[in-house]
């Protein structure tokens, strides 16, 4: 079964710099999630997605936007970069109540 | 507020050791209780959707039970490969995870 697509899937960047991570959902599923995961903590919510709208907004700075595409894939934008940024960051995607995750991009920030 | 707290924090069983994992729950409006496994480095995998008190739901050594206020994960004669984290979240308008319960089964 075709699962959730994130790429890259390692990103290395200066501080001060700007990081696009890519999510590819579920095919037909209709709602995408971002999360960010530090070191031994649970997955944080970033922003989610509702057939292309924006539908709920989680702990996601200012620095960070997000869309979702025509196609369905959405896209994580991160900008001015800090070393707090690295992290595993997961995106999601469901059809009904039940997320499927995706392998993760680990984000180093130098 | 919405929270979710999973006990204990990290778990070491001997192989064959059955055990519990505990999550509970202190939600307004629950639209679900699912259960992930997570290896490091990798996605919280799928394991368990749960949705009203009394639901049971099996899959091999892993049994997930539901009540109005927590959610079990039963290990039964666990093997050193269900070493992982195991993460449970709520669903009301939003997803609320715990912080995981880190399990190692010992050989």
């Known amino acids: 079964a075709a699962g959730v697509i994130q790429s890259p899937r390692h990103l290395i960047k200066e501080k001060r710099e700007t990081a696009t991570l890519k999510c590819y959902p579920i095919p037909r599923h209709d709602t995408v999630y971002w999360y960010q995961q530090g070191p031994g903590q649970d997955p944080q919510f970033l922003i989610s997605?509702?057939?292309?709208?924006?539908?709920d907004k989680g702990s996601i700075p200012d620095r960070f936007s997000a869309q979702q595409f025509s196609d369905y894939h959405s896209e994580l934008n991160m900008s001015s970069l800090e070393l707090g940024d690295s992290a595993l960051y997961f995106c999601?995607?469901?059809?009904?109540?039940?997320?499927?995750f995706g392998p993760g991009t680990r984000l180093t920030v130098l | 507020e919405d929270q979710v707290t999973q006990s204990p924090e990290a778990l070491r069983l001997q192989e064959g050791e059955s055990s519990s994992l505990n999550c509970s729950y202190t939600?307004?409006?629950?639209?679900?209780l699912f259960w992930y496994r997570q290896d490091p480095g990798k996605g919280p995998e799928f394991l368990f959707t749960?949705?009203?008190a009394g639901e049971e739901k099996e899959k091999e050594r892993l049994k997930a039970t539901l009540t109005k206020k927590e959610s079990f994960l039963h290990i039964t004669a666990p093997k050193p490969e269900d070493s992982a984290t195991y993460l449970c979240?709520?669903?009301?308008?939003?997803?609320?995870f715990g912080t995981g319960t880190r399990l190692k089964v010992l050989a």
């Open positions: 939600v307004s409006g629950l639209r679900g």
């Open positions: 749960l949705y009203s």
């Open positions: 999601a995607s469901s059809l009904k109540d039940t997320q499927y």
């Open positions: 979240a709520a669903r009301t308008y939003k997803y609320i």
């Open positions: 997605f509702y057939e292309k709208m924006q539908s």
